[in-house]
């Protein structure tokens, strides 16, 4: 029988990762040179839903991961998951997990939000908002931030209005 209404599932996503030895977590210098180049020179938008307000970046292969990477292998996927054109251009060694082959711009909301962002959804869902029809939602607003601050909830509905748009391709 067909499901002909559209209805929300809710689920909780438990996962158990085993962190390998890493350094204390801290801003590097090359990631802060990254951020500035994607952030505000290039002027690349949320990668999901086009919005240039609380821009965050974001590292495809988990940061404190990166020991028990093997980059030869990172490298070769990022040449897939290539969204600026950076790995096309670059086949140095990956040598820090702050390179820019490995680094996305997202929206705050697309990035750590509860019910939108990549560090709290399943990829299949959070990719699936890249390609929303328009008018339609797939996933709601946060609540946490909706009982929070008024103000924020309100950034949220401008952000989820934007149309997903393709980032343009940087020349460098
Ligand atoms: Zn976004």
């Given amino acids: 029988m067909p499901i002909d209404e559209s209805h929300e599932v809710s689920r909780t996503l438990k ?3 085993i962190y390998p030895a890493h350094e204390e977590r801290t801003e590097s210098a090359i990631f802060r040179e990254n951020k500035k180049l994607l952030v505000d020179e290039l002027d690349i938008p949320c990668l999901i839903c086009g919005s240039k ?11 404190s991961l990166f020991p028990a990477l093997d980059t030869e292998k990172m490298k070769s996927i ?7 054109g950076y790995s096309k251009q670059d086949d140095t060694p990956i040598e820090s997990p702050d390179d820019k082959r490995n680094l996305i711009v997202l929206c705050e909301t697309h990035h750590r939000e509860e019910n939108n962002g990549i560090h709290a959804i399943s990829f299949p869902i959070w990719i699936s908002q890249m390609a929303v029809k328009d008018g339609i939602d797939i996933t709601p607003e946060t609540k946490i931030i909706k009982t929070k601050d008024k103000k924020l909830t309100n950034n949220i509905k401008k952000t ?5 748009v393709s980032p343009k391709i940087p020349q460098n």
């Fill in 15 to 17: 996962e158990n990762i």
């Fill in 53 to 63: 307000e609380k821009r965050e970046v974001h590292h495809i292969f988990e940061w």
């Fill in 78 to 84: 990022l040449k897939i998951i290539d969204f600026y």
């Fill in 160 to 164: 989820k209005k934007v149309s997903p």
